[in-house]
């Protein structure tokens, strides 16, 4: 990292800023032994909070316990780049093979809404997580990037977007909302709020376990086991196995942990690094005033927000994926990831170039193969699950905790009518060909970009063979 100004106490990992921030939260006690609940959760991110939440606002009497290994919040909840977003992942055209094409456009709504159902819960409950909804901005650098991104706001009228949902700017205002270099064309959304996304996981915990829903940490759940006859499901921990009426499966990222589950969904890593606060001399020179979040075109995209304290935070993939599904240790990334985004950081703002770098961090997310996110409920086997978020699931899992609600409490409602409940995804392929074909993916993207960049005027053929590949 010669070269990259870093603070003196500079970090890399400790989970990630957001906690360093607000300091990691105290630990609740590990699961004392075998339970039993209405509805047990694994795993105590954004997927399973909410969807406790909203359950035990719905019916105070259940008993619902979330299984977590950490602590509540430890993974991409609390890692994420803070964008509460109406973007969902996935083709829509896969998700409209299900139930038609009006069906997608009613989740997409459904998306729209959610950004604003979290801001309205965060506002209800008392939980102050720097919430600034001023919408998002994607940017084009490149005649390739531009061409990507006009088609892609034609393409999103065909999907029920209208002018109100997203549009191309004026050369004028875009630079009046942030200074990017080299910027050709940018559309804006108005879908789209910042958030500090620890803030939100700790406060949703805190408020969920105000309600009575038990949440034990420290306490590893290795299996989960479906109903037999008369039986009940269960998941098996470390500590004991709690049975329940349904075992709801909340792991995202960290799914390849459980036993028969490795090959769900892939661990995908995403790196993020945050400066120290600039200061206003600096920030003339870049504008972004509104806070808007902040995404290029590029195939190996980046992410960014201007915090609530004034820095900037940019994330991207730095290394995609490492070879078994392992993770992470506590958020630590390489040296050249953090290398990788800084230079991104002072392409895009070049007069951010002398800005210390105060902490650097990473996470996994979970990618399903054909990269759509599912929420579903088997009332048979008494499972369920929800993720495959693929980076969008700041929003997401408020509308898969809604979701699955409805579904445990069988309540026929739109929102289990939409296009992605119940949908059934082929598992990834086995090592070594998963760590091989995810290598080659990104390689491909990288090259795709570096042509782009020197020379393409339309989507370099590299991105359509590694698209071709994944699934996407």
Known sequence: ??????TRDFANGDVSFWYRQIGLPARRPALPGSRDYDVAIVGGGYTGLWTAYYLKRAEPGLRIAILEKEFAGFGASGRNGGWLSAEFAGSRKRHAKARGRQAMIELQRA???AVDEVIDVARTEGIDADVHKSGLIHVATNPAQRRRLRAEVADLRTWGYGEGDIRLLERAEQRERVQVAGALEAAYSPHCARIQPAKLAVGLAATVDRLGVD???????????PRQGDG???AVTTRGTVTADYVIRATEGFTASLTGQHRQWLPMNSSMIVTEPLPPDVWKHIGWQGSELLEDEAHAYIYAQRTADDRIAIGGRGVPYRFGSRT???????????????????????????????????????????WCSTVHLDHASGLGWAGGYVGSGVTTTNL????????????????????????????????PLRWVGVQLIYALFRAADRH???RGTRTSAYAHLANLISGR
């Open 1 to 6: 990292m010669k070269g990259i100004p870093l």
């Open 111 to 113: 998306m729209f809404a």
């Open 215 to 225: 949440i034990y940490e420290d306490t590893t759940v290795t299996e989960i086991l």
């Open 232 to 234: 009940r499901a269960a």
């Open 328 to 370: 992470d240790r506590r958020g630590a990334t390489q040296a050249q990831t953090v290398a990788l985004l800084w230079r991104m950081l002072v392409k895009l703002f070049p007069a951010a170039v002398d800005v210390p770098v105060a902490h650097a961090w990473c996470g996994v997310l979970g990618v399903p193969r054909d």
């Open 400 to 431: 898969a905790g809604r979701t699955l609600r409805d579904l445990v409490l069988r309540r026929d409602t739109p929102l289990t009518g939409l296009p992605w409940v119940g949908r059934q995804v082929r598992q990834w392929e086995p090592e």
């Open 452 to 454: 782009e960049n020197e």
